[in-house]
């Protein structure tokens, strides 16, 4: 009796085993795939044998219908041919698609549209003219928002301002040293105010690119680079602009990129004289777009600014000497200023080609 019992009891223990279940070699089931984080809910309606070596799985009911057959398909019925051959196609052309659109999804996150700078920024640089073998450094802060812009010169010996918001159309200072019969290289304050015609604008040492293509990627001072390109025809004057453009993450905006200036290149060709009249470049060193403190763009000097005492709108030039190397350049003043010397001096270049090559020579000496 009791070795009885005691198999009784292993029989029962069996019979309620903690194994994990084996289930039906063939089944049906239904029931819903749901993922949580993608507020997903998905109903799908399963056949399961292992004996015939098939199964199928259907899901948004029934619209998608998914076939696993292991044997030959010479041994299923001809309909099932015809579907898993139409299956195999769609799955072909769902490839292509999905290749189609990874390549626009990432053509989309490495835009190749040109760089669009932050409207705060300070940069600090060196402008190169090699024809004239100058390098000139340079350190500029640009407050679009606050309608302010600075730009020193030859290590903070020249300083000029653009303040657009001092006065009825803006005011333009310059402080660098002067020298009179009574001093020498006295720091002094030059105020020159816009006019209706001439009204005061920020100015940045960073070109407009918007016009800007891209034509490929370069190193430049060993960094991988975008290169952009512009070219504009001003009567017998074609002019290239070419910007060298690197990226690192954006602060602001951790998914995107931010642009970082790194050169910024003109070359302008004068057909009819067939030559290069123009040639130069900027090289970026800083490039930050924090907060510019008030500070910066205050003058601070015992003496009151005074009114610039030149003649012409050539002075405004003289205030502002980066609208002529920046895109889009301003060289009105060159032609102004050429227009009183040939006034002044009473000038007869005798043909077109001359006055051209004068010109040029002109624009070289201011």
Known sequence: FLVQFFFFI????????????KWEKVHTVKGNLIIP????????????????????????????KTYQLTHSVSSVPSEWKDLAKGIQKCCEMLKIFLCVLLLVMLNGAHSTNPPKWEKVHTVKGNL??????????????????????????????VKTYQLTHSGTFGTSLKVAPV??????????????????????????????????????????????????????VIGQKKNTYTLWVRYKKSPKYPAARMPIPVRYEMRGFNTLLGSHY????????????EDI????????????????????????????????????RSTEHVEDEFRRFITKHGKDFGS???????????????
């Open 10 to 21: 292993l029989y029962l223990r069996t019979a309620h085993s903690t194994n994990p279940p």
């Open 179 to 232: 020298t009179t019969d009574d001093t020498l290289n006295h720091v002094t304050c030059l105020q020159v105010n816009g006019t209706d015609d001439n009204k005061i604008e920020v100015q940045s040492v960073l070109p407009n690119a918007k016009d800007f293509r891209l034509i490929g990627t370069e190193d430049v001072v060993g960094l991988p680079c975008d290169k952009f390109y512009y070219e504009e």
């Open 128 to 157: 190169i003219i090699p024809y004239a073998e100058i390098s000139e450094p340079f350190y500029a802060w640009y407050d679009e928002n606050s309608g302010r812009s600075r730009i020193d010169y030859y290590g903070g010996m």
């Open 293 to 328: 403190p008030d500070e910066i763009f205050e003058v601070d000097m015992d003496e009151p600014c005074t009114g610039f005492p030149g003649p012409g709108a050539g002075h405004y030039a003289t205030f502002n000497p980066m609208k002529e190397f920046v895109h889009p």
């Open 37 to 64: 984080y993608a507020e997903i809910s998905e109903p799908f309606y399963a056949w399961y044998d292992e004996n015939s070596g098939r199964s199928r799985i259907d899901y948004y009911g029934g619209m998608v």
């Open 278 to 289: 123009d040639h130069y470049y900027l090289e970026y060193d800083y490039y930050s777009h």
């Open 352 to 366: 077109d080609l001359e006055q051209e090559y004068r010109r040029n020579v002109f624009t070289h000496n201011l």
